[in-house]
């Protein structure tokens, strides 16, 4: 029905506002040849407002108006801040009842869009909840080689992932809660204001969406669903501690015996392929290390059980692999990790046990 004629017969029913239409009946709408939402779809054939549509004077919800029915932004906002308001509520409660008399709308970011910057913007408070953030990451960050990219590299190769949702493309990795303040270097370094968020009770996750990241992952050896049969990427010689440090700290561990007193490291991967070359890159490395790969079993929910694969290393080579990983004071490393190794001993011990 054409806009005029639809607007008389919605006037002639004595509606007061836009939720009493709603609620009138679908099917009189139908015989009738009116939209259910006429809003939308006179919006450029002579649409004005509900008021005007229901021939009433109320026009108290903010979708009812139009922004020419209001003050410019600059003297709303300047009103608004001579209130002293404190934030969101006071202002909803200040405005109740008195959009008419005023000619500020009870929500000012939906009306004024463009100089919208936020809430405390708006009051002068300058408390920024309600503003509009753009988060940002350096998406070139994998295209070149550092020994802090490495770092975080093989972190990712740990207690990373990738993913694809909605047509975004997911980085994360996610730590223990007493590990967070790792997670925030590794943020800092990468340039992100991304929030570190919870991920269940005890861990924390820091993830931002990059196509470009997600795809220099995959160039360097990453893919996605890693955790049972990745394949050690190929790293540079001079990056190749950095990277190793990374994956230790993401799934390796050190632990001290109480018979002995003696320190012990082990390295974990879902990937047999994995672990077996991370041990034969390490023999190359490091003169005389030893160290031996073995299947493990591991219970999981359900009564279900999986299957991991460990690198154990006795004292000396214990050593050895501390003196490896952190050559050159690294900036990048988990403080309770490198609080063990330093109780190590200083020089490799020679012994002919096993020890």
């Not at 229901?54 to 001579?82: C, D, Q």
């Not at 992932?161 to 493309?169: D, F, L, T």
């Not at 994956?247 to 490291?265: E, L, Q």
């Not at 004071?329 to 046990?353: A, Y």
């Amino acid at each position: 029905m054409p806009f005029k004629e639809a607007r008389e017969i919605a006037r002639g029913l004595g509606l007061k506002n836009c939720r009493e239409w709603l609620k009138y009946s679908p099917k009189n709408k139908r015989i009738l040849k009116i939209p259910s939402f006429p809003i939308c779809f006179y919006k450029n054939k002579g649409w004005v407002s509900w008021s005007d549509w229901l021939g009433t004077k109320n026009i108290g919800h903010h979708y009812v108006h139009l922004k020419k029915e209001f003050l410019p932004f600059h003297r709303a906002r300047k009103f608004a801040r001579s209130l002293k308001l404190n934030g969101q509520k006071g202002w909803k409660k200040y405005i109740k009842g008195q959009v008419n008399i005023l000619k500020i709308p009870s929500n000012p970011r939906t009306i004024y869009k463009k100089q919208w910057d936020s809430w405390g913007n708006w009051l002068g408070t300058g408390n920024k909840v309600g503003a509009r953030i753009v988060y940002k990451i350096n998406h070139n960050f994998f295209k070149n080689w550092s020994h802090n990219m490495a770092y975080i590299f093989g972190f990712w190769f740990a207690d990373g992932s990738i993913s694809k949702s909605k047509g975004c493309n997911y980085f994360d990795i996610t730590q223990h809660k007493d590990d967070k303040y790792l997670l925030e270097k590794m943020s800092k370094i990468m340039k992100s204001n991304y929030p570190i968020h919870t991920n269940g009770k005890n861990c924390f996750r820091l993830q931002f969406h990059s196509k470009t990241i997600v795809d220099d992952i995959i160039k360097l050896g990453g893919k996605y669903r890693k955790s049972l049969d990745c394949k050690f990427p190929d790293i540079p010689k001079k990056y190749l501690p950095d990277f190793i440090r990374g994956h230790f700290d993401g799934d390796g561990s050190i632990y001290c015996r109480k018979n002995s007193g003696v320190y012990y490291a082990t390295f974990a991967s879902g990937s047999k392929i994995f672990s077996e070359s991370l041990l034969n890159i390490l023999k190359k490395s490091i003169p005389n290390l030893k160290g031996k790969v073995s299947k493990c079993a591991y219970k999981l929910p359900n009564n279900r059980s999986g299957i991991c694969y460990h690198i154990a290393f006795n004292a000396n080579d214990t050593i050895r692999l501390r003196d490896f990983m952190y050559q050159n004071d690294p900036e990048l490393k988990m403080s309770r990790k490198w609080n063990l190794f330093k109780k190590t001993e200083k020089t490799v011990k020679i012994s002919g046990n096993r020890c």
